[in-house]
């Protein structure tokens, strides 16, 4: 027997008598660990820009709203501090999703080469990035409303 991290064992040599099934059975535990290990990175970036998305969608609504009707959906003195807090926490979790991911693609193409899979989680994580700099402009903006407020 082998460890090969995690707690998993492989066996390196087989004795006779269903040993190859039990031997077989390790093998593809250890796999299913590393693949959902593998996986967990992609959901991280994919949960990060349903987040991000989610967020972006309201602060569009709240400013089509105010463009209509010239009031805020929610017109409270800390929402200027609320977009200012949401856009820095969002811009950092969609940097540390896309780098995770990106990450994990790379080893992939270095270990797999390049297929129809790893070209579309490559293209997944530079949509993550571009949404990375949205983010990141609107956080400028919003900490330049913030400094600049008048008093209420």
């Not at 991280?44 to 089509?64: E, P």
């Not at 010239?70 to 940097?95: E, G």
């Amino acid at each position: 027997m082998r460890k090969e991290g995690l707690g998993v064992m492989t066996r390196t040599k087989v004795s006779g008598g269903g040993g190859g099934a039990k031997a077989m059975a390790v093998v593809l535990r250890r796999s299913k660990l590393k693949e959902t290990v593998k996986m967990a990175a992609l959901e991280y970036c994919l949960s990060g820009n349903v987040i991000g998305f989610v967020y972006a969608g309201f602060q569009a609504y709240d400013l089509a709203y105010y463009l209509i009707t010239k009031t805020h959906v929610i017109h409270h003195y800390l929402r200027q501090p609320f977009d200012f807090f949401m856009d820095h926490v969002l811009t950092y979790l969609l940097i540390l999703a896309s780098s995770t991911a990106a990450t994990r693609v790379d080893n992939w193409q270095s270990n797999l080469g390049k297929n129809e899979f790893t070209e579309t989680a490559s293209a997944s994580v530079a949509m993550a990035f571009l949404a990375f700099i949205a983010f990141a402009f609107s956080s400028l903006i919003s900490e330049y409303e913030l400094c600049t407020r008048e008093s209420e």
